[in-house]
């Protein structure tokens, strides 16, 4: 089992940027692929990126693709996620997640396919 705790969130204004980061406990942090999701208030969680084990291919939803960047250190135990350019429709509650079974790439973009997740961390872009 691992216990997921993001940080880095906060108020930027459009055009701004912010560092996710996404702590991991347990010794097993290389096992699970990561992902970041994000719930905007009266919508459904949705995608934002993902990152594998140990190769480190990376995944993106359209509309972050070119400015959010994911990266892993499976050393510290931390995943993160680089925002750049920010956008109000960019606000929302940003989640970290950890999957540890063995799936299809195409599953890493579904929240329902992700064991553990984190508390959130708001993020809010103002115009």
């Known amino acids: 089992q691992v216990q997921l705790v993001e940080s880095g969130g906060g108020l930027v204004q459009a055009g701004g940027s912010l560092r996710l980061s996404c702590a991991a406990s347990?010794?097993?942090?290389?096992?699970?692929?990561m992902g970041w999701f994000r719930q905007a208030p009266g919508k459904e969680r949705e995608f934002v990126a993902a990152?594998?084990?140990?190769?480190?291919?990376?995944y993106y939803t359209d509309s972050v693709k070119g400015r959010f960047t994911i990266s892993r250190d499976n050393a510290k135990n931390t995943v993160f996620l680089q925002m750049n350019s920010l956008k109000p429709e960019d606000t929302a509650v940003y989640y970290c997640?950890?999957?540890?079974?063995?799936?299809?790439?195409?599953?890493?973009?579904?929240?329902?396919?992700?064991?553990?997740w984190g508390q959130g961390t708001q993020v809010t872009v103002s115009s």
């Open positions: 347990g010794r097993t942090f290389s096992s699970y692929v």
């Open positions: 997640a950890a999957l540890q079974r063995t799936l299809y790439t195409s599953a890493y973009y579904s929240a329902s396919n992700y064991e553990y």
């Open positions: 990152i594998s084990r140990s190769v480190y291919s990376t």
